[in-house]
């Protein structure tokens, strides 16, 4: 990524990365904006950047130190809100990037948020439960002065799940005096948790998946589907398609990937890397020996669920599916966005496709603050409600102003906080 782009002093060309990613995505949509062009500045830089060290007591007494981040890229039309990760690669430009784009889907799907996202650059696969535990819990008093459930909401992303929130939650919880449940979202649902947000991001996916075959008069049942990453969100919209009748061919994770012609049996897959910890030596499939011939397979759905600029200018050119779900978050790099549009292939962006999580967050903050509690089915249907609508509305948009599903989704979404910018003023 070229630095072209004014960027904050705190990076250097070398750390742009995934935050240019993001730049060009908002240079590319500011042409459409209007007057409210003049406030486009405002989504070029976090509100508020917190790095904070993260000192550990090991085990073996020893004591380390992790860093750790929580930006809030705008809180324009309320709180910000988005995910905590825990990841060797985290950077303080990921982080950035990752909260942005929780902005953009927030106002997209017009849930009441700015955008925020957190992280903590460690493997969490080198610690003990202990020393999990001790590090979410420093990480959590460290960042307590600017989350609070009017200000910031973290919830689970990549390595962090409901044990973590609920720790979270006790963290921020005893800091305070009293019990804030509506501090983070994702949380046991014996801790007033949803119904549903666990699978909710998956479920997005499949909601949004069905949609855009819809439009490509491609059928679900016999579809096939490739998966890169099956942890929440690769691992319930793969079950999600199989389940209504689609052939999941192939499944990729960080160690291995697996292919199977007629279809993975998604249920036995599940199992098995709950047993096993990934999908490496699944005894019904082949696996691959180049994990790049994973982009070349012959599929018609394509669902990128792992990381950031997986499909980008060396793989995107072998895609075969004729439709790619980010359910990943920055999955595609602009290069390879020009590429799959060039060729036709219907991209549905991550800020609509993977936006069923913060959705059901958001019940879940509405929940906890009413301390009453909705059926799953109540959820599952707002949900999928809320999905087919945020599609439809950027598939018109589209069309419209022909422009890809991406643009579309980022005019959606720009518009709706450069709108709530312009109408809260600067204080003179
Ligand atoms: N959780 C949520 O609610 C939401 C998540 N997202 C986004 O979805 C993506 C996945 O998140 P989530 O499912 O929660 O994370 P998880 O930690 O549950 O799962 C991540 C999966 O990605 C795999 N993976 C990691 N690195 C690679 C790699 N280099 N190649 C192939 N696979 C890899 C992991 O494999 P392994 O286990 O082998 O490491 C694992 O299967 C992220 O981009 C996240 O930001 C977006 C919206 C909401
Ligand atoms: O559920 C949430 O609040 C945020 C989920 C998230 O991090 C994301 O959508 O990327």
């Known amino acids: 990524m070229s630095s072209k782009h004014a960027i904050p002093s705190y990076l250097t060309p070398p750390d742009i990365g995934a935050w240019g990613v993001y730049l060009e995505q908002i240079d590319r949509v500011t042409p459409y904006l209007g007057s409210l062009a003049r406030w486009v500045e405002t989504m070029k ?5 917190l790095i904070v060290d993260v000192p550990i007591e090991r085990d073996d007494g020893t004591v380390a130190h992790f ?3 929580r930006v809030q890229h705008n809180t324009s039309r309320g709180p910000g809100k988005g995910g905590v990760r825990f990841h060797q690669d985290v950077s303080l430009s990921e982080v950035m990037a990752l909260s942005a784009w929780m902005t953009i889907k927030n106002a997209a799907v017009n849930v009441p948020y700015g955008g925020a996202k957190g992280g903590i650059r460690v493997d969490p ?3 003990s439960r202990a020393e999990l535990e001790r590090m979410t819990r420093r990480y959590t008093s460290e960042i307590n002065i600017i989350i609070g459930p009017n200000k910031d909401i973290p919830a689970p992303d990549v390595n962090t799940n409901e044990q973590i929130m609920a720790w979270m939650m006790d963290t921020y919880s005893m800091n305070q005096g009293s019990t804030a449940s509506g501090v983070v979202t994702g949380k046991p649902i014996s801790l007033g948790g949803s119904l549903g ?5 998956g479920r997005g996916v499949f909601v949004v998946g069905c949609e855009a075959a819809g439009k490509r008069g491609l059928e679900i049942k016999g579809a096939r589907i490739a998966v890169q990453g099956f942890g929440n969100v690769g691992g319930v919209a793969a079950r999600l398609f199989a389940a209504a009748g689609a052939k999941v061919v192939a499944v990729q994770d960080h160690a291995a990937t697996v292919v199977r012609n007629s279809g993975l049996d998604i249920v036995a897959l599940q199992a098995y890397v709950t047993q096993h910890g990934s999908v490496a030596g699944f005894p019904d499939a082949e696996q691959l020996d180049d994990a790049a011939q994973f982009w070349g397979l012959d599929c018609d759905i394509l669902v990128p669920a792992a990381l950031e600029q997986q499909i980008n200018r060396d793989n995107a050119a072998q895609i075969k599916a004729s439709i790619v779900l980010e359910g990943a978050n920055g999955p595609t790099t602009p290069e390879a966005d020009d590429i799959l549009h060039d060729r036709g292939i219907l991209l549905v962006p991550d ?11 958001y019940f879940e903050w509405v929940q906890d603050f009413s301390s009453f509690f909705w059926t799953e089915d109540e959820i599952n249907s707002r949900l999928t409600r809320i999905m087919r609508e945020a599609f439809a509305a950027v598939w018109a948009l589209a069309e419209e102003k022909k422009v890809s599903l991406r643009t579309a989704a980022f005019i959606v979404g720009c518009t709706r906080v450069l709108q709530a910018r312009e109408m809260r003023g600067l204080y003179p």
């Not at 830089?45 to 950047?49: E, G, L, S």
């Not at 947000?197 to 991001?201: G, I, K, L, Y």
């Not at 800020?351 to 967050?361: C, E, K, L, P, R």
């Open 45 to 49: 830089r976090p509100k508020r950047i």
């Open 67 to 69: 860093e750790g981040y």
């Open 125 to 127: 696969k080198t610690l």
């Open 197 to 201: 947000r666990h699978e909710a991001t």
């Open 351 to 361: 800020v609509i496709a993977n936006a069923g999580g913060v959705t059901v967050s």
